[in-house]
């Protein structure tokens, strides 16, 4: 059963575009967002994270919006550089508790030049 | 900061085979995760230690899988025997958080297990 779902799978974008990724959950227990972001060969790295208490956080070019009714969050990326180029995973745990991370299936985002 | 540690980076194994991951996470932190991360897919918890004790083992297929965390630091992950569709990236995490905290878990590169 997949706890939070992602969408889309891949994403191509211009450079100084917009790249917006979807995730949706069920478990309404959890109150954890974050958003990683993984290049070939690496570990994910976290980007940005958000807990439900707040709709929208921003770092940067990287923004997370939080909808808690819908239960869905998506992270906007301004600006899109080809050094954006990588995986993203979204990701949701219980603020409390054991806190393992439960991810979403990923999204290749590339940038183009 | 010295990130964390995973070794091998890559590890062919034929079915039927065992293999060990080794994983040292950040100095300080002292609860440990390992993920098993199929390609195309995002990683999935197989086991959280906080210490040397075992928080979350749910998802372990434990008739195949073990693993240890001995004085608290370095950790190992076994797999005996392996299955084909053991090939994955195995992730190892870590954080200084205890289980009433959620904090930022660093991830490690991965070791990269392909059965055949």
């Known amino acids: 059963q997949q706890q939070v779902k992602q969408s889309p799978q891949s994403l191509i974008v211009q450079k100084g575009g917009i790249s917006i990724i979807n995730c949706a959950y069920e478990?309404?227990?959890?109150?954890?967002f974050p958003w990683y972001q993984q290049f070939p060969g690496k570990g994910p790295a976290l980007l940005i994270a958000?807990?439900?208490?707040?709709s929208e956080k921003k770092e940067g070019r990287f923004t997370i919006s939080f909808n808690k009714s819908a239960k869905q969050f998506s992270l906007h990326i301004m600006d899109s550089q080809p050094g954006d180029s990588a995986t993203y995973f979204c990701?949701?745990?219980?603020?409390?508790?054991?806190?393992?991370?439960?991810f979403g299936t990923g999204t290749r985002l590339t940038v183009i030049p | 900061e010295a990130g964390v540690a995973q070794s091998p980076r890559y590890k062919i194994i034929e079915k039927r085979q065992s293999v060990a991951f080794w994983c040292n996470p950040i100095s300080g932190h002292a609860t440990l995760y390992w993920y098993q991360q199929i390609l195309g897919q995002g990683p999935k918890l197989l086991i959280q230690f906080q210490n040397n004790g075992v928080v979350d083992d749910s998802q372990l297929p434990k008739d195949r899988f073990s693993a240890e965390r001995l004085k608290g630091v370095d950790s190992t992950l076994k797999i005996q025997p392996a299955k084909l569709e053991d090939s994955a990236v195995y992730l190892c995490?870590?954080?200084?958080?205890?289980?009433?905290?959620?904090?930022?878990?660093?991830f490690g590169p991965g070791t990269r297990l392909t059965v055949t």
């Open positions: 478990n309404t227990a959890f109150d954890y």
């Open positions: 995490a870590s954080s200084s958080g205890h289980r009433f905290i959620t904090v930022e878990q660093y």
């Open positions: 958000i807990r439900p208490d707040v």
């Open positions: 990701a949701a745990s219980l603020y409390t508790g054991a806190n393992n991370l439960f």
